[in-house]
């Protein structure tokens, strides 16, 4: 809203040419982009590849993306969305430890995660056995994906709901318990919408992440068209025989990616933590 | 509306590096904290708005009668602060950024019907004069309109205690004597008892029925404006609330042939100074023992030339005579300050090697008793506003 114009300043900092700098600048942006270029290049002209945007093959693979991702996102903000406050309000012995846990999935290789998982929930994992003693079998079943997903993506809403908590006031929640208000009440008329920008980041990231994910869904759900076969697992498999589809499914998932990253800029420059957003305490 | 007593508070809390215990009645009136930073006042208030809980102690509220425990360790009683109906502004004032003034304003209205919010808004915002603001975000308003806003969202909710945090410290003058006169205004047309925390000599004068002088987790002294600040109990509340001169003594003698009740001789250095409170304070007066007067600035008496000069700096000799001038001393200009109306000095008594005296004078006195003329003159500290306190332990 309010948008203040920067001057351009040009300092000297760098004791070295700039040509030098422009020059490496220039080589890693076209590294970074020329993949996307070249993915574009082959699938535009393409009408064939277009068709193939009606084949069960890609649109059992959208409608599995879309349901999984949706309900791995639910579960992740209503699960980690107590935590992430705990995390940026109490202190209490074992906050370091938990928050490295609850990063671990951002560094764990996801085939490792994969692994791990289907030692969990498989049929002789540790938890695996009493629910197939159940009756209920997780391992290579849409839950799988799910689980998958949620494992490997809850961590950045986490994150983002933690700083985004950190970032209001506490004295703003005691004033609004003084004004007769409980502590719940308060959470959702004080917190969560001055830390909302933060919250719908995290869920965005946490989106694409799940999105994306590959590496520990195929190792843990397996890849059974209409089931399991989420975008990233349809695009490996049709690789092999059916190019067309690979790529239409590649080129919707950059589209998706690019937008995703456009309105996470957008929320982070809103977020309270931004001066452009205004703050309570400037006088 | 209050009568006597509105509230009785004992906060004892215990953290890190500073221990608070901190006992005060508040009746039906304006009661400031005062106190250095660091010194507890917040803490008290965030106990008694219940936001932070003391590990000690007990707080009711007594309003007309109706006695409510808010806290109290010994019988498990802590009522959550969403219960305790008192209004409590921080000094960060914590307006809620993302809500209007009005939204602000009829925060802690949620029960009552949209309209009957309306118009609750609408009284609040004519009684701070905020009625064209309604509309406006808390950052797009001045520091002093933020204030007032801040004042009428704890006030919606019919408070029965109104608790302010340093609630001027980020407005300029005009802003600040405004407000006072406003928080004033609020506490006799609403009858709500105001306790207010200031690290301000200013503001306590200006607002305080009674001062509460609280230091290092400890109430000092609790008094009328007058009692604080020209009857402080001891050395550091003489220091705390600013009194100019605070002078050393010993006592040498009580009463003297012919004087009046409450004479008390003091040696303060080579001098002999007569003090006359009828209703000593300090407990241990035998001669010999150690003692401590406090004077303001604006309480030294300069003489003019003609005055005849009769003391000869024995406070004893013309003590109780009518007229008669007693603890007259010669001096001389150390350090002249200048100030646009008043002025102020330091200065020496001759022939002895005492500490300077601050003097405050107008500045038209400073001119029509030929002060700039004058290398020495002398002046009176008259023995009635000579004040005796103990030393500290």
Request: with cysteine.
């Amino acid at each position: 809203m309010m948008a203040r114009a920067v001057p351009m300043r040009a300092l000297r900092t760098a004791p070295f040419g700039s040509a030098l700098i422009w020059a490496s600048a220039a080589a890693l942006v076209l590294f970074l982009v020329l993949p996307i270029v070249a993915l574009f290049v082959e699938v535009v002209p393409n009408g064939g590849a277009w068709s193939t945007i009606n084949d069960p093959v890609v649109t059992d693979a959208l409608r599995l993306s879309l349901i999984t991702t949706a309900i791995t996102v639910g579960i992740t903000v209503v699960f980690g969305t107590p935590v992430a406050y705990l995390l940026a309000r109490r202190q209490f012995r074992g906050a370091g430890l938990l928050d490295t846990l609850i990063d671990m999935p951002l560094v764990l290789p996801p085939a490792v995660a994969g692994i791990a998982l289907l030692f969990t929930f498989g049929r002789s994992g540790l938890l695996g056995g009493p629910i197939e003693d159940a009756g209920v079998s997780v391992a290579f079943t849409t839950v799988a994906v799910v689980i998958a997903q949620v494992f490997v993506a809850a961590p950045f809403y986490v994150r983002a709901a933690r700083s985004g908590f950190e970032s209001v006031d506490p004295e703003l929640e005691r004033v609004s318990m003084t004004l007769g208000e409980g502590e719940l009440r308060t959470f959702f008329r004080i917190t969560v919408p001055l830390a909302a920008p933060a919250l719908l980041g995290g869920i965005v990231m946490t989106w694409a992440r799940a999105l994306g994910e590959f590496g520990a869904t195929i190792m843990f759900a397996g890849s059974l068209r209409g089931v399991t076969e989420t975008i990233p697992l349809s695009i490996y498999n049709s690789l092999q025989d059916d190019l067309d589809a690979a790529l239409v499914l590649s080129a919707v998932l950059v589209a998706v990616s690019f937008v995703v990253l456009l309105i996470f800029k957008a929320l982070l420059r809103r977020s309270p933590l931004s001066p452009a957003a205004g703050g309570n305490r400037d006088v | 509306m209050c009568d006597d007593t509105a509230l009785r508070a004992d906060v004892v809390r215990t953290l890190p590096g500073f221990s608070l215990a901190a006992q005060f009645d508040v009746g039906c009136e304006v009661l400031v904290l005062f106190g250095p930073s660091g010194s507890g006042k917040s803490l008290t208030l965030q106990a008694i708005a219940g936001v932070d809980r003391p590990d000690g102690g007990s707080i009711v509220l007594d309003i007309d009668g109706d006695e409510t425990v808010l806290f109290d360790s010994a019988a498990g009683i802590d009522v959550k602060p969403q219960q305790r109906r008192i209004g409590y502004v921080p000094q960060s004032l914590a307006l809620f950024p993302h809500l209007t003034v009005q939204e602000n304003i009829t925060y802690g209205l949620r029960g009552q019907s949209k309209s009957e919010r309306g118009e609750a808004a609408k009284r609040l915002l004519a009684l701070m004069r905020l009625s064209d603001l309604q509309d406006r975000l808390p950052r797009q308003l001045s520091g002093g309109q933020r204030q007032r806003v801040a004042l009428a969202r704890a006030l919606a909710v019919e408070p029965r205690l109104l608790l302010l945090d340093e609630p001027f410290t980020a407005l300029d003058g005009p802003t600040r004597r405004a407000l006072r006169h406003e928080v004033r205004r609020l506490h006799e047309e609403r009858g709500v008892p105001v306790l207010l925390v200031t690290h301000d000599t200013d503001e306590a004068f200006a607002l305080a029925d009674r001062i509460a002088v609280i230091d290092a987790g400890r109430v000092l002294q609790i008094a009328d404006r007058d009692g604080v600040f020209s009857r402080p109990v001891s050395r550091r509340v003489a220091e705390l609330v600013g009194v100019e001169n605070i002078l050393p003594g010993v006592v040498r003698s009580v009463g003297s042939p012919g004087s009046s009740a409450g004479d008390v001789v003091i040696n303060w250095g080579e001098m002999a100074l007569l003090v006359r409170e009828p209703r000593p304070t300090v407990a241990d007066l035998t001669p010999g023992a150690r003692v401590d007067l406090a004077l303001g600035a604006s309480q030294i008496t300069v003489l003019k030339e003609s005055d005849p000069v009769s003391s000869d700096s024995d406070g004893s000799e013309n003590a109780g005579g009518e007229g008669g001038r007693a603890n007259v001393i010669a001096v001389r200009a150390a350090r002249i300050e200048m100030a646009r109306d008043t002025i102020r000095m330091d200065l020496l008594p001759q022939g002895s090697a005492a500490t300077p005296l601050r003097l405050e004078i107008p500045a038209y006195a400073y001119y029509r008793l030929g002060l700039d003329q004058r290398e020495q003159f002398h002046v009176q500290l008259k023995p009635e506003w000579l004040h005796l306190m103990a030393t500290n332990p």
